[in-house]
Every structure is written in C-alpha cells, then in structure tokens.
Nanobody, 120 residues
Framework: DVQLVESGGGSVQAGGSLKLSCVVTGDTLSRHCLGWSRQAPGTERERVAFINGDSTTTNYADSVRGRFTVFKDNAKRTLYLQMNNLTPEDSGMYFC??????????????WGQGTQVTVS
C-alpha cells in the first residue's frame, strides 16, 4: 500500500514562498496520480495541484495557477509543491494524496497526515 509523509509546512508572510515535500513509499511513483489538497478550518478539502503518473499532465486550482508548481523526483520518491507569492487565503492544512491510477481522472484514495501552512 502507498504511504505518504508530508513535510515543509510553516508560517510565512504574505508574498513569501514555501516548498512542501511528500515522501512516497509502498509503490512506484509512476503508477499513481499524485498531488496536493488543502483544507482550512470550516471548509471542505480543496484540490490544489496534481500530476499524473508519467508527469505529462498537471492540474491546478484556479486560485493557485501561476503561483504553485507541482513536480516529483522519482529517484527520491518525493512529490513537491513549490508555493510562491503566498496569500493569507492559502493558509490551511496541506495533504499529500495518491490516486489508484496513473491518470488523475480517479479520486485520490490515500492521504498523508498533512502539514500546516500559515500565511499572515
């Protein structure tokens, strides 16, 4: 089974940057759609950025497109989310997610524990 462990969250001022990491174990990264979702208190979990198994397609929420970049390093078994020009609206718990297929058409079925991002 796929297991996901996030790191890299923290507190940052508006306009700043953070880079989240997610170590993926239990299966080959190229066999899964991987990505990030986030959830702020009192809101539903929101899909932020996903990348398909062969890294040919990425999908971004409108609210982050142009500021966030999702990418992975298969050799390091790690998924990343580079977040630039952060705003307070980007605050929340960020979860690494894995889907059952290479394509991102299927919903994620595995989640990490989350890493907190706070922008002030």
């Amino acid at each position: 089974d796929v297991q996901l462990v996030e790191s890299g969250g923290g507190s940052v001022q508006a306009g700043g940057s953070l880079k989240l990491s997610c170590v993926v174990t239990g299966d080959t990264l190229s066999r899964h759609c991987l990505g990030w979702s986030r959830q702020a208190p009192g809101t539903e979990r929101e899909r932020v950025a996903f990348i398909n198994g062969d890294s040919t397609t990425t999908n971004y929420a409108d609210s982050v497109r142009g500021r966030f970049t999702v990418f992975k390093d298969n050799a390091k078994r790690t998924l990343y989310l580079q977040m630039n020009n952060l705003t307070p609206e980007d605050s929340g718990m960020y979860f690494c997610a894995s889907g059952p297929l290479r394509t991102c058409a299927a919903l994620p079925n595995t989640w990490g524990q989350g890493t907190q991002v706070t922008v002030s």
